[in-house]
């Protein structure tokens, strides 16, 4: 089907290369239309399909990574992922993708050097792999995952990068068998093309609640974690 039409930054042909790129020729082409759009271009943007795009990602990469290191504990396996998953390996997996050249963008994002930002395009990329879960189903969106780590190096070593606090924080609750940290948004401020995040990182268990702001949901989310292990380390010297 062909693609409609979008954004000159987002033009048919960028459109048509990026669907050859991802071995994925979408049944309703709006749905990737959607998925590289900013929320500073337009209030019909990517940020649901982010939202279900996270979640495929981090299941499929689980499940590679349990295959590719089945010798490795849970906790290793833990770190391992968050290292792929990470905003760093999902911005550098966009370039190579193509995403800056369709990113559909504000004037003020687009001047500000919006389709280089690393957060821009990590959300973008994990869109992409929700538009692809809904076109057509998750076992698509998971072998679309595949192709795109295909050329990462998986190895047990990666578990002795320097953890992130989302990661430190799951690994403090799996170590008291504690269920995961809910993460949501609570306010969004500032202009389209330049907004903060405000976000509560939730323990329902401990009865805690704890906020962090950033440029993007991430940023936010990795300063709500700080936030958070700063007070339950608070709360053990107290």
């Not at 504990?73 to 050249?101: F, I, K, N, W, Y």
């Not at 992409?128 to 192709?147: H, K, N, S």
Request: hydrophobic fraction near 45%; charge should be neutral.
């Amino acid at each position: 089907m062909a693609i409609a039409p979008a954004a000159p930054a987002a033009s048919h042909a960028a459109l048509e290369g990026l669907q050859q790129r991802l071995q994925h020729r979408f049944s309703d082409s709006q749905l990737l239309v959607r998925a590289v759009t900013h929320r500073s271009f337009s209030a019909e943007h990517n940020e649901r399909l982010e939202f279900l795009g996270d979640s495929v990602l981090n299941l499929a990469v689980a499940k590679l990574v349990y295959e590719r290191l089945h010798e490795l504990p849970e906790g290793d396996l833990s770190r391992v992922r968050a290292s792929l998953v990470r905003q760093e390996t999902l911005h550098q997996l966009a370039v190579t993708l193509g995403l800056p050249e369709v990113l559909r963008l504000g004037e003020g994002e687009a001047r500000s050097g919006g389709n280089t930002r690393p957060s821009i395009l990590a959300d973008a990329l994990e869109a992409v792999i929700g538009a692809v879960c809904l076109d057509v189903d998750f076992a698509t969106a998971e072998a679309l995952v595949r192709r795109l780590f295909q050329d990462v190096d998986i190895r047990p070593e990666m578990t002795a990068a320097a953890k992130d606090p989302k990661t430190e924080l799951q690994e403090w609750l799996q170590g008291r068998r504690m269920k995961l940290p809910i993460y949501r948004v609570a306010a969004t401020l500032g202009a389209a093309h330049k907004q903060t995040f405000d976000v509560e990182c939730e323990i329902p268990e401990l009865r805690a609640v704890e906020r962090g702001i950033g440029a993007s949901r991430r940023a936010a989310e990795q300063a709500a974690a700080a936030a958070m292990m700063l007070a339950l380390k608070s709360r053990k010297a107290g």
